[in-house]
């Protein structure tokens, strides 16, 4: 086992290693030489090499995701850590633990025309939960010991990113067989919040609950089996609660309503105040559906709680309480006090759910060959017990019009929704489950990241499906956006790629489908056990799409 001889280096890789961080994701440079030294030195750190930084801070994201521990990024200095920004932000948003470790020159050598030199101390701002800026010197343990400590400890109580910026100056590589700091590790605190649910918090609310012969549960993004299923049964017994699930919240329950956009979408102004609730309970993370948000907003609720542990958002101008625990250890504390109430509420949109799965079904069997039919038959052919990863943009919307198994289980980078990253994380996430994981993504998120594939860790159970429609066809659906000047080219960004000859560079086996005929054909054989990762371009035509997502939103009526 060898230490770098920097005191600074030997005290953050102790700390993390003290505190279960042992998952290391270095992007290669001279300035964090001392703590590339440091994590690859001892063998109790899985240690992982991406030299692109965007890349390598996703691919610890989507690590992180699954494990649900820390992850720890290490970079030189200079513009390195600024690409790690977008994974930070997604991280902060999505309440993901992501620990930065930035190297740095020491303060005296900034500001004074050294090459790759930036102002790095607090870089990241608002966007993250804790910066720990480190000095150099002996004489500044105690000070280091103590931010590290907080920092760390902040990821893991808060789910969240933190940035440790940590300075060295030359020479950077020497190392020694024995540290020379036994920094004290502080272990973190986990606080349990369920004991924070008094009856003094609790009575009141059931009682307007009681009261109230509408209300609306809305899931967003949760981790799955975040919620026990006998809890989801008690709610659905309830005629005057309706439980509207987003694909990403992993709920299921045939009596929910997965498909918000497709009950929502074509109601008339007397359905939605008649759909308009009393209460408004959410727990999760970000909404996708606009439609949804746009409803609340226009039908408010007479109140609206949000059961969150560290946050909650006023996303429809009507927040009342704030109520600071887990989903779960809410429902089971608040239910026992509930009533039951009959009524016509849950069972008259049951019944519109139904007529609209029906014309669904219809509408699928009768469109052209197109994004909408591709989605379908993708979906339809999913295999049990995988762990899907979508993409931003129209993938995660098409997939909000459907339904999945619950042995599915759905992610999706929501916290910022960006493009940026999508299919870094579902490497990351990959890598790190025991489930094989199918991506779903879209031509540009693709090509945007197609650095995601300079990757030495993607499984072989990792499968990719790419749907090329030629651009950026959400664009569109949106009419002001297709009526605007050079649509073509500054929004829609037509294009004639294709991942071929990147799939024969990054050694995965490709195949592809052009039509209703092949995309069949290519599903029957693409989700089998292969030898290395496999990658499904699907191409379709970019004028139609629009036309057929629009018109199945009058079409379920």
């Not at 300035?31 to 801070?57: K, M």
Request: aromatic share 10%; net charge negative; glycine share 4%.
């Amino acid at each position: 086992m060898k230490f770098s001889n920097k005191l600074l280096s030997q005290t953050i890789t102790q700390l993390c290693l003290a505190k279960g961080i042992d998952h290391i994701v270095i992007s290669p440079g001279s300035r964090n030489a001392a703590l590339t030294i440091g994590f690859i030195g001892n063998e109790n750190f899985n240690n992982f090499s991406i030299v692109d930084e965007r890349c390598a801070a996703f691919f610890a994201l989507g690590m992180a995701q699954q494990l649900k521990k820390p992850v720890a990024v290490v970079c030189t200095s200079g513009s390195a850590l600024l690409n790690y920004f977008p994974a930070v932000a997604e991280a902060f948003y999505s309440d993901i633990p992501l620990v930065v470790i930035s190297a740095d020159r020491p303060a005296h050598l900034v500001e004074i025309g050294d090459g790759q030199t930036i102002q790095q101390e607090n870089v990241y701002g608002n966007h993250v939960l804790y910066s720990a800026n480190c000095i150099e010197g002996e004489e500044q343990q105690t000070h280091n010991e103590t931010e590290i400590n907080i920092a760390l400890n902040t990821a893991i109580e808060l789910n969240g990113p933190v940035h440790i910026n940590a300075p060295f100056s030359e020479p950077l590589y020497r190392t020694v067989e024995t540290p020379a700091v036994r920094p004290q590790n502080v272990p973190a605190r986990i606080s349990d919040t369920s004991s924070d649910l008094t009856a003094e918090i609790l009575n009141p609310l059931a009682k307007q609950w009681n009261n109230a012969h509408r209300k609306i549960i809305l899931a967003g993004v949760l981790v799955p089996e975040s919620i026990e299923q006998q809890l989801l049964d008690e709610l659905a017994k309830d005629d005057s609660i309706i439980v509207l699930t987003e694909t990403t919240s992993n709920l299921h329950h045939p009596d929910f309503f997965p498909a918000i956009d497709q009950l929502i979408a074509p109601l008339t102004e007397t359905e939605f105040q008649d759909l308009q609730p009393d209460i408004l309970l959410t727990f999760g993370g970000m909404v996708v559906s606009k439609k949804i948000k746009a409803f609340l907003r226009n039908y408010p609720p007479k109140a609206h709680w949000h059961v969150n542990e560290k946050k909650a958002y006023d996303t429809y101008f009507n927040l009342k309480e704030h109520i600071k625990t887990d989903a779960n250890s809410f429902l089971e504390a608040f239910l026992p006090l509930t009533e039951k109430i009959k009524g016509d509420y849950n069972p008259k949109w049951l019944d519109v759910k139904m007529k609209r799965l029906e014309k669904h079904d219809q509408y699928v069997h009768q469109i052209p060959y197109s994004d909408f039919s591709v989605f379908a038959e993708i979906f339809k052919n999913l295999p049990r017990d995988i762990q899907l990863q979508l993409s931003n943009s129209a993938t995660i919307r098409y997939a909000q019009l459907f339904n999945f198994n619950a042995s599915v289980q759905v992610f999706c980078n929501r916290g910022t929704s960006g493009i940026d990253g999508s299919t870094t994380t579902a490497i990351g996430a990959a890598y790190a489950s025991k489930l094989p994981t199918v991506f779903i993504t879209g031509d540009l998120s693709f090509f945007y990241d197609s650095n995601a594939l300079w990757n030495n860790y993607i499984p072989s159970n990792f499968k990719i499906i790419v749907i090329n429609n030629g651009g950026g066809g959400i664009f569109r659906i949106l009419t002001e956006a297709k009526q605007s000047e050079k649509f073509e080219e500054f929004f829609e960004t037509k294009h004639k790629l294709t991942a071929h000859q990147l799939c024969e560079q990054f050694g995965f086996e490709y195949s592809s489908a052009h039509d209703t005929l092949s995309v069949k054909n290519q599903l029957d054989s693409f989700f089998k056990i292969s030898e290395a990762p496999r990658l499904l371009e699907i191409f379709t035509p970019s004028t139609v799409n629009d036309e057929v997502l629009l018109d199945y939103f009058k079409f379920v009526k």
